[in-house]
Each structure stands twice: as structure tokens, then as C-alpha cells.
């Protein structure tokens, strides 16, 4: 599995595409915002000659939707998400003036995402974990095979998400993280909603919120 990594919007939020030899691809958390933005994603797919075939979000806070419309316009795709990001996502709508965006709204989901799920495309096959605490209903994409995880605001490099938000709760977060993320071998890489990649070994060592 290839992944490539974008850096969009006022949040420095990481937009991920990844694909396989079969040219088929999914897109994780769109924040592509400006037509800038809109405009180097499509023109990587373009050139890689990659078929987008899922719109994924590990979760529907403002800067990982930004560019869902705009996604599932270009591509003719539905989001994805988990259903208990439901209020989440509508609240978007209505917050999104106060911080100063235009927010082209997201379509809704008729395709939820639970935990026993399986995420397929090309020849991948993605397991779904269920990590909410950040947001009530947080998922993260795991990839056994190139010992991967995309973990959206669960845990960063040395940092975890948010539980100040709405929905978001610090003790929930923490299981999330120790029960699930931690079950995970030492050398799986994670690729965080911001910042740069990390490995579950250097958090479950060093994360200081894991470890006070």
C-alpha cells in the first residue's frame, strides 16, 4: 500500500490517499479547503492515473470535512463514517462561519463505518478500530500487511487528540488509545489527523500522556 500525505487548510490537517498497484484509491479526511488545495490533490490522481473509489473520515470535525463536498462531487462518492458522528458532522454547518470558513457542506453518509467492518479497495484490506474520546465516534484504519494505521486525532507524535470538543471525553480517550492502539505491534507506523508519523513503540515509550 502507497500512501500520500497532504497538508491542507488553517489547521495543517493531513489528507490521505492511499492506493495499491491496482490503481484503485481511497481518500481519508479531505481537508483540501482552498481551489489550491482542491486542485494538487486532483492533479496527483490525475497523474498517478489512480480510480478514487472511497471518501473516508476517521472522524467529521470542521478540518477533516472541508473538502468532502468537493470530493464527493469530483468523484461521484458518498462519505463514509461512523453513525455516531452523525451530530458531529451537522454541527459543522453552523459553527463553521464563527471560525471564518466557507463551508461547502458535506454530503451525509448512507454507508456507516462500525468497528467489525472490513474497508476494501485494489487489493487492500482494512481494519476498522472503534477509538473514540476525541470525538464520540473517532475510527482509525489499520493495514496489517504495511503495518500501518491512520489514526486521525486519537494520538499524535508524543501528543494526543482533543476532549474539549463536544463529545469528547479525556478517560474515554485514553482507554481508546491503551486498549486498542497500544494492542498493536511496536513498528506500526501511525499517520495522525496533524504533525508528522509516528510508531505505536515511540508513543507506548515516550507519549507523555501515556506515561505521566
Do not use: W
Request: with cysteine; aromatic share 10%; net charge negative.
Amino acid at each position: 500500500m502507497i500512501i500520500k500525505v497532504f497538508t491542507f487548510n488553517a489547521y495543517s490537517e493531513n489528507t490521505y490517499l492511499l492506493y495499491d498497484e491496482t490503481a484503485e484509491c481511497a481518500i481519508i479526511d479531505p481537508g483540501c479547503y482552498t481551489k489550491h488545495e482542491q486542485d494538487e490533490l486532483v492533479d496527483f490522481v490525475t497523474q498517478q492515473n489512480l480510480k478514487p473509489v472511497l471518501l473516508l473520515n476517521t472522524h467529521c470535525h470542521i478540518d477533516h470535512v472541508l473538502g468532502n463536498n468537493f470530493i464527493a462531487k469530483k468523484y461521484n462518492l458518498l462519505p463514509q463514517y461512523a453513525k455516531e458522528e452523525i451530530p458531529v458532522l451537522k454541527a459543522v454547518v453552523v459553527y463553521a462561519p464563527n471560525q471564518g470558513f466557507r463551508y461547502d457542506k458535506s454530503p451525509e453518509a448512507t454507508t456507516y463505518i462500525k468497528e467489525e467492518d472490513v474497508i476494501c479497495f485494489g487489493n487492500i484490506k482494512m481494519e476498522i478500530f472503534f477509538t473514540p474520546g476525541h470525538s464520540p465516534g473517532s475510527l482509525s484504519f489499520y493495514h496489517q500487511e504495511s503495518k500501518t494505521l491512520v489514526a486521525g486525532d486519537v494520538i499524535f507524535a508524543s501528543s494526543i487528540g482533543r476532549t474539549d470538543l463536544p463529545g469528547g471525553d479525556y478517560q474515554t480517550l485514553l482507554n481508546s488509545i491503551k486498549n486498542k492502539l497500544m494492542s498493536l505491534p511496536d513498528d506500526i507506523k501511525v499517520y495522525p489527523g496533524h504533525g508528522p508519523s509516528t510508531t505505536i513503540g515511540r508513543e507506548r515509550k515516550s507519549n507523555p500522556f501515556l506515561n505521566p
